[in-house]
């Protein structure tokens, strides 16, 4: 792995764009459920959108390719997750004050400013994800600062926003979502991009999700925390890469976007120097009429079917050219095309013959294309319209080749762990206000009671460190969802961490691999497990007898405490028990024959110092 | 407005909303434009607009400073059609009135613009220049909740007046009172040549997913070419952009506060369904076009003094008393059920029927329909309705309470009191069915 310093040479530029779900009860704008629960669609409602007005007239090229593609939007509908407020069939409520509430902790909790007034804005989507055809969002933070390794990374803003619809279905003329994630409280958090590493932003990420998980206020599990990496080297391009499956690996796929940006623009140089141009494309399907290969021959049944191509001079060899393991010029151009429903485009880098394709039809083919030594050309085979578009898509990714890297959002082939383009990154985000909700002032009061509630990562780790001296239990029980609780026993009862620890991460993983249902026990019957064994009442080993019984309050505590006689034995009784059955050879021998029938009731410590 | 304090400070350093500014705020320091203050919210704390596009609200407390770095760029301007006539195409008239359908927020400040120009409407469906050549007249620009009969008669004259050399006509206005406008002009215009089309939006036409979209283009497909010589309203079917429904003009009502779909045929079905490609399919008789010989003509007298008066339990009747005194020439009461109000209540100052024979001998047409809109009233059934309706009271059969107060003040616009109480629950725009099928959609 490059180092720090090779980084820096390269003009590495990096920051983060955390997204977190928020555990509410409510949605952000409405009264929906805010938990998902995978129930089925009721009903589905079908749009048509269209990108309205452009500001200023600037032509935004990701809305351009949504508007040419001029899709078909359907949205299931759910009973308990979606109403009309999410159908754009009603104006949104007022803004829950929960969501608010936790958006203004963990802005607290990184040391960021909230405005005096909050402004609610309209953020124009163009994928269709939302059925209004933007995403409400407000600005809650600003200009905070996170620690971690020693370094400040600055917080540029957080949003509390909604969440997306979650995509069902896609193909090149409709998309199907389901409306039920639609309108779920999100925080964003976006860091300044001052990250001078892969594995830094690894790291960055890490702390930011701990903190939010700290709050104790975030859904968990699957897609309920995204982590989106801006990404720039110098000559290179800003790319925002999407859809990370998990932490461990994005550091591996930032080494790769970095290879792919340094390998275009050694592709881009060749390019330049060959004076390389893109033709427009031609249909050449009358060169294919009787083709065997498949995939055309398959197009061609279509009465609308068509091959359309494009000469592509001086790009010869440069196609194929890999810029990531397994990943070619050639794919990147693909990416482009399929945007308009092909499934891809056949380049002239590729083994033509292995296609099927006969040396006569490629032979005509270069004659009609005019493609001569040192050209390449591509093709796309369906509908005629769809053909045109796909290959219009694709055009303007090969000539951006010679021009520059282009600004992208791309997201990750898991296997490959390499970056796969998704679309071009949209022009600087459309925003208007949303006027159907009020502007909302903030009382210093609000923001106080937040600063309170604030959550600090360093200080928990130390805590932890303190109360459980174990490595690894303390790393497991910083990402628990037990954490809250073992602090709170901890902090009330005064018993040793580590115990409480261990009971809380193993034994009860233990006991719930036998089937018995611990996590019935509630926090309640927790507590008093562990105040009855802070005052010696019980001992460690009863513990995991106790939870094995599944006390639902602390009265099924001290039930299973009397009826299973798991008072401790010590003291004087202790003294007894070991004058009455304290036989044996040496104090091994005695020990054990006490413990194999007192396990339960006696501390093993306690009998140690007691037996000489 | 700013608060006062704001204003002089923004004043003293010749700022206006627009211009770049630079604001240091509890030893923050923010960047951005300056928007005027929206109508709500913390007068004392200034709107910015920062350069990632979202708006912020700074409080201007002591030691606040701010600063102009720039004068602010002239006022964007909303892209626009030219219109021009293509041979081949059919010639349509788009009156435009106003409302939802030409709001739009200013994407620089950030401030609403309640109004557009229709040519700026337009822009927005630049395909609806492939269906029609478009003329457009824009008689008034308002909410249609300010919207007055004398609204009615400009907008009758203008129809009767472009029907003469258009193919339809489409009305564009605001949807609150859009069902009194179809009314209004289904009585007034008689003689038709060709279909006069009232559409409007639900969702203003700067969001991607209005419905002004689907709206526009099925009204131009139906005045460009639709086999319709009636009044109506066309808006969505569903809450899907698939097709809209024409439904006549005195046989549709808004029923629902904020869904596309909120206009809905009552004791009718839908005359017509359109889709966005301009396939129509007829659904219910309804008047053709003739194509020669017709010539629209509008009646536009009207009667304001004519009231609607809603019966609920412990309804005062006196309410009536004052229509008298305030020489009402008609009142329409929604009565419940078949068309009851209270003729022997417990307290017996609550029986309606002394005051409904007042109104009746003091000259006035008093009209009977139902709040339950679906179904038709009945003046025999029981003996309370027989009581209600000996008092003069004309029964309306299943006409809606607004068509028939809209009715009511048409007929005493252009006809005796005689014959306008004769013609109330005789049908002549449609407002009357004599069958109601068992089932319709």
Known sequence: MASETDYEKLGFMCGLEIHQRLATQHKLFCSCDAQLQNDISVAEIQRRQRAVAGE??????????????????????????????????????????????????????????????????????????????????????????????????GITSIFLEEESSGIEYSDGSTVIYNVDRLGIPLVEIDTEPEIRSPAEAKEVARRIGLALRLTGRVQRGIGSIRQDVNVSIRGGARVEIKGFQDLETMDKVIESEVQRQLALIDIKKELQSRNARVHPPIDVTSVLGDTKVKIVRKSLEDPDGAVMASRLKGYAGLLGKEINPGRRLGSEISGYARLAGVGGIIHSDEDLGAYGFAEEELEGLRRMLGVQEGDAFMMVAGEKRVCENALAFANIRAQQAALEIPNETRGVDPKLLVTTFLRPLPGGARMYPETDVRPIPLDAEEYERAKKAAVDV?????????????????EQMLWSPQLGLFLEVVDKTGADGGTVASVLLEKTTQARRLGIDVDAITDGAMLHIFEEYSRKRITKAAIEEIIRQVPLDAKGVDKIIRSRKLERISGKNLEKLVREEGKGEGKAEIMRNIMSRHRLNVDGDELNKLVK | MYSQELEALLNKKGITPGDTVRVVSKGKTFEGILLPRPEFGDQGALVLKLRNGYNIGLSIGRGAKVEKLARG??????????????????????????????????????????????????????????????????????????????????????????????????????????????????FMLSGLSGPVVITGAQRSVDRGSSDAFVNLVCSAHLAAKANIAEVGICMHASSSDTFCNFTRGTKVRKMHTTRRDAFRPVNSKP????????????????????????STRAAVGYEPKVALLKFYPNSDPEIIDYYIGKRYRGIIIEATGMGHVAVAPSDERYSWIGHMKRAVDAGMVVGITSQTLYGRVNPNVYRNLRLAAGTGAIYCEDMLPEVALVKLGWLLGNHKRAEAAKMLNKNIAGEITERTEVEWE
């Open chain 2, 271 to 294: 005359i017509a369904r359109v889709d966005v490609e301009g396939n129509i399919e007829y659904l219910e008789g309804s008047r053709r076009r003739t194509e020669e010989g017709a």
């Open chain 1, 56 to 153: 200023l007239g600037r032509i935004d090229l990701s809305a351009a390719f949504e508007t040419q593609r001029g899709r078909k939007f359907v949205y299931n509908v759910f009973r308990n997750t979606t109403c009309l407020v999410d159908a754009d069939e009603e104006p949104p409520h007022e803004l829950n004050g929960e969501a608010l509430h936790t958006a203004l902790q963990i802005v607290a909790s990184f040391g960021a400013w909230a405005p005096a007034e909050l402004e609610p804005m309209r953020k124009e989507v163009v994928d269709g994800s939302d059925p209004s055809a933007f995403q409400r969002t407000l600005l809650v933070g600003h200009g905070g600062n996170l620690e971690t390794g020693g370094r400040s990374i």
């Open chain 1, 458 to 474: 360093e200080k928990t780790m130390r805590k932890l460190g303190r109360e459980i001296k174990n490595r690894q239990l303390e």
């Open chain 2, 73 to 186: 760029k002239e006022e964007f301007a909303f892209p626009r059609v030219e219109l021009s006539r293509r041979q081949g195409l059919p010639d349509i008239t788009l009156i435009s009135t106003g409302g939802t359908i030409e709001s739009k927020v200013d994407y620089v400040t950030g401030g609403v613009h309640m109004v557009v120009e229709p040519e700026e409407m337009l822009a927005q469906v630049p395909e609806i220049l492939d269906i029609a050549n478009i003329k457009v007249i824009n008689p008034m620009r308002k909410a249609s909740e300010d919207m007055m009969y004398t609204d009615w008669q400009v907008m009758a004259r203008a129809a009767a007046k472009a029907l003469s050399d258009s193919h339809g006509v489409m009305i564009t206005e605001g949807t609150d009172i859009m069902h009194y406008t179809s009314a209004a002009l289904s």
